[in-house]
């Protein structure tokens, strides 16, 4: 099932499910089913799964279609309906968006020459980056009921950093550069008993300032401090095992990067699934009752490390999964003009 939250100027917030061309409008048969999050919290209290309580809604014959190719093309803020993150919180607060990298061979490549300097030749992990991948092919993916090696793990910000399709992903004035990540997006919600529970998957650009953090490793953890995109689509059945990606940057309507396929998902990273979902939800903090997490899975090729140019203001970033759901498209925009210079903190 693809799922998807949109808005309609002046009415408020809706749920779709995708039904070929077309959204079927789950709000217009229950009007309490205005988010996702409302409708997992009316599936708990009946006794039945996320995709259950939908299904009852959407068996209804006379449900309103909607033109979804409009929905994708709009701006979000427009006066036009627009589509939403697939996965929110009414308070951002209650939203924590984190990622787990290093799990794919080819990222860690990427990461690995960006501090090491070189392009390998060594029989030994050089780097942390290389080091901390041999731990996820040694032990990322135990029996059932045993703990693994721990990822690599990183937090990006609460709700205010999360943008949906159409939206901006942010250039600030401090920044060094943009950095794209096409990864899968894991989207949780903890019930009331304070256990995780994964709704499904969405397509995620998770961007990062690669020129800061190859400084110093040790500013990894500001260079991921940008927004990041989720969308359109919640696929609650999408099976997290081999997974095709593709990624394309324009430039005033040229090509200027273009990834080639993609490969994700458990066949494709050191790391199982449910491996990086232990190490981040054993946190107690992780598992407060109500919460939505958005966790990124990683990516298996970066940008950065092959090309000669910094993304600039009105760059495209657009990733795709053919056949699985609706390519998310977002339009980078600089940001933070006051930060240029130091921000001062002022007496209370």
């Not at 959407?58 to 093309?73: F, G, K």
Request: charged share 25%; hydrophobic share 35%; aromatic share 8%.
């Amino acid at each position: 099932m693809r799922v998807v939250q949109w808005e309609i100027p002046g009415e408020g917030r809706r749920v779709g499910v995708v039904d070929g061309d077309a959204l079927l409008d789950v709000t217009a048969g229950d009007a309490s089913l205005d988010r996702v999050s409302a409708v997992f919290d009316s599936a708990c209290r009946n006794g039945v799964s996320f995709e259950e309580r939908l299904s009852r809604v959407v068996a209804d014959e006379d449900l309103p279609r909607v033109n979804y190719s409009e929905l994708l093309a709009a701006s979000p803020g427009g006066e036009s309906p627009f589509l939403h993150p697939p996965l929110d919180h009414p308070d951002p607060h209650y939203l924590l968006v984190s990622g787990t990298g290093l799990t794919h061979t080819g990222g860690m490549e990427s990461r690995d020459k960006m501090h090491s300097g070189d392009s390998g030749g060594r029989d030994e992990p050089a780097t942390d980056s290389a080091r901390m991948f041999a731990m996820g092919l040694a032990d990322g993916k135990p029996g059932q009921g045993a703990r693994g090696a721990m990822p690599e793990w990183f937090y990006k910000g609460n709700g205010s950093t999360l943008r949906g399709p159409g939206g901006h992903l942010d250039l600030p004035a401090y920044g060094l550069d943009g950095g794209e990540e096409p990864e899968l997006v894991g989207c949780y919600i903890v019930d009331s008993a304070g256990v995780p529970r994964r709704l499904g998957f969405s397509l995620g650009i998770e961007w990062s300032d690669h020129e800061t953090e190859k400084i110093n490793y040790l500013y990894l953890a500001p260079s991921k401090l940008r927004t990041c995109a989720v969308g359109p689509e919640l696929v609650t059945d999408w099976e997290f095992s081999d997974i095709d990606l593709q990624c394309t940057v324009r430039r005033d309507g040229e090509t200027i990067y273009e990834s080639g396929p993609l490969k994700s998902g458990e066949k494709f990273m050191c790391h199982s699934l449910a491996n990086c979902e232990d190490h981040h939800f054993k946190y107690t903090q992780h598992r407060v009752p109500g919460d939505v997490h958005l966790h990124f899975f990683g990516t298996s090729k970066l940008s950065f490390s092959t090309r000669d140019w910094k993304y600039r203001n009105g760059d495209v970033v657009r990733v795709s999964s053919e056949g699985n759901t609706a390519p998310l498209e977002v339009t980078v925009v600089d940001s933070a003009a006051e930060a240029a210079s130091p921000v001062v903190a002022e007496s209370a």
